[in-house]
């Protein structure tokens, strides 16, 4: 059976609009009643990557939550929240976001993504055991409200790398440690997912983010809500609006290979998608972090890397603290504070985490002439 996906077209976070399209979308996939059952403890997970406004577009817009929040609990499903962001806690990001607010108007108590337990997963293909949030693990449910932006790494983010937030936030880095290989990461990713298995995603592409993301991109109108039990499918949808080929990202290759869903066989309903053929987007078919290109040289010369923008840089030391290697591939130079901090690329990975984290938009992501050629 196909996939669905639901498509509303909402272009504007005015509340009874988004819950006017909410309670649409929802009705073409099932109904809140597909989704929560009266008295079931089900946790939404919004994307709260780092503290941010709404209009910033890092974040899941509080007006979707809400919306989502109000149909669940008309349902009966007694409802919290959370997220373990890489900087700050789940309430101050929630805070920043516009989430926490409207979630303690709503009565929805924030779940505790601090505490963490180890659980096995045999099924696993690639990994054996996770460490995730307890509010987690022990919820009834997920529910997955990602938003749909261009990430540095995985080319996109939506619906499965969402679920990367219910890591504790010191955890994460470790991962890109131990998977320096984009397509490692993702297969990572699509086992979290088949452990966690989200019950449902509605993804916020009212205003998406374009560009240099996933924290430092720019919003961009898109105008719809998508509803789907299918991440994969969901964010293949996220990669038409983007004119981004789906078997250039490793979650949807791998999510399809392994069963988490379909990243081909979907069936739309409802309005017409939005397509954008100048969605900027890394549509290079060059690994975003070089594997496959045989020696070094060819991996300096061709892979994206991050880059400083000095003018634009305080000096806050965030990159290189987010900087996962060890000795840093990103650090002061001869230890000096006084000047931007300097990459060393034969060391980095391109695991992209300083530019994710840089609060200043400083670092950009850059592929060398030769690969912007071999694009071409
Ligand atoms: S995180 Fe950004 S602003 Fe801070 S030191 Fe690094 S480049 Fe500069
Ligand atoms: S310098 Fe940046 S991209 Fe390179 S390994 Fe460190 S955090 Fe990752």
Redesign the pocket.
Known sequence: MSARVAVIRCDTYDTSAVADAVTRGLELIGGAGAFARPGERIVLKPNLLVSSSAAEAVTTHPAVFAAVARELASAGASLTWGDSPAIGTSLSVGKRAGIADVAAELGIKAADFSASRTVSYPDGRLMKQFTVAEAVLDADALISLPKLKTHALMRMTGAVKNQFGCVPGMLKGEF?ARM?DVALFGQMLVDLNRLLRPRLFVMDAIVAMEGNGPRAGDPRNVGVLLFSDDPVAIDAVGCRIMSLDPALVDTLVYGERWGLGSATDIELTGDELPVFEDYRVNRNRLSTTGEGLGNPLAKRLLTP??SITAERCTRCGT?VR????EP???DWPGGDRDVPPA???A?????????E?CPERA?AVKTPLLGRLIRR
Not at 322 to 325: G, Q, T, W
Not at 347 to 355: D, G, M, N, T, V
């Open positions: 890109h320096p890397r991050p990159c987010a900087c996962p290697v840093k591939a990103v990459y060393d690329y060391a980095c990975i391109r695991c992209y985490c300083c530019q984290m670092i």
